[in-house]
């Protein structure tokens, strides 16, 4: 008697964005997947600006660059490097520099 398998046929999901129905589990090549998602990486997690955001938004209000008050801290650091005039380091008497 042949082999019964009862979630097949399936769906499988190359790593190239194939996707391919199987009669059988030995039918799927390897590296292919149950589930499309299995061969995405998460996005990385956003880099930490190096200043505080209170120090991030008093130098973009110095600059008279506008900015939206929800964006994140990341975004708003971005704001300031591209705004250029200065690195936004901290200076000795942790304020950041402005240039």
Known sequence: MPKVF???????YGPNGEAAI???????PEGW???QTAHFEPPPA????PMER???V?????RGVS??????TSVLYAQLKAAG???????DNGSASGG
């Open 6 to 12: 009862p979630s097949w046929p399936a769906w499988r």
């Open 22 to 28: 199987f009669l059988r589990p030995e039918d799927v």
């Open 33 to 35: 997947k149950d589930t």
């Open 46 to 49: 956003p880099t930490p600006a």
């Open 54 to 56: 209170w120090e991030v």
């Open 58 to 62: 008093a130098a973009l209000k110095g």
């Open 67 to 72: 900015f939206k008050r929800n964006a994140p």
């Open 85 to 91: 005039d200065g690195d936004g380091e901290r200076t």
